[in-house]
């Protein structure tokens, strides 16, 4: 799979954390390291249309983690993907693990992960979120 990869202004590649929650649904999309651990943003929106959008520009490399968890009534869809090559603009990202239904499809990977998918469930929860959830201060 492949996702779109943002250039910062000298050129560094980078996702963006997104998302937010309306009054039943909701998404979003939370960048960390290999290790798990929130990842400093190089851009943090502070102006324009901030609810549910584009709020941390986050700089990437290869083995970082995307996590996307969406909801409808609390009722959550997560996924974890790996990035495994970053190109001029794209990702190629592998699927690492999901939860649906209630339970993880396989386990979920180490402890560290756990306060990240969090931060994934909370973003997507906060009603017409406007900053971002999982960045170093």
């Not at 649904?25 to 929106?45: E, F, L, M, Q, W």
């Not at 959550?76 to 699927?95: G, L, S």
């Not at 649906?100 to 009603?127: D, H, I, M």
Request: glycine content about 8%; hydrophobic content about 35%.
């Amino acid at each position: 799979m492949e996702t779109k990869v943002y250039r910062s202004k000298s050129g560094i590649p980078c996702l963006w954390e997104r998302g937010g929650g309306y009054s039943h649904t909701g998404s979003a999309t939370i960048i960390c390291s290999p290790n798990g651990h929130p990842k400093r943003a190089i851009y943090v929106a502070r102006k324009g249309m901030l609810a549910c959008g584009e709020h941390a520009l986050i700089p990437i490399a290869v083995d970082d983690y995307i996590i996307t968890a969406k909801h409808h009534r609390e009722d959550f869809d997560i996924t974890i993907y790996r990035i495994a090559k970053i190109n001029a603009d794209t990702a190629d990202i592998e699927f690492g693990t999901e939860f649906s239904n209630g339970e993880w499809r396989e386990p979920l990977p180490p402890a560290e992960f756990e306060a990240a998918v969090q931060a994934a469930q909370e973003k997507a929860t906060c009603y017409h979120c406007r900053s971002p959830h999982y960045i170093l201060a």
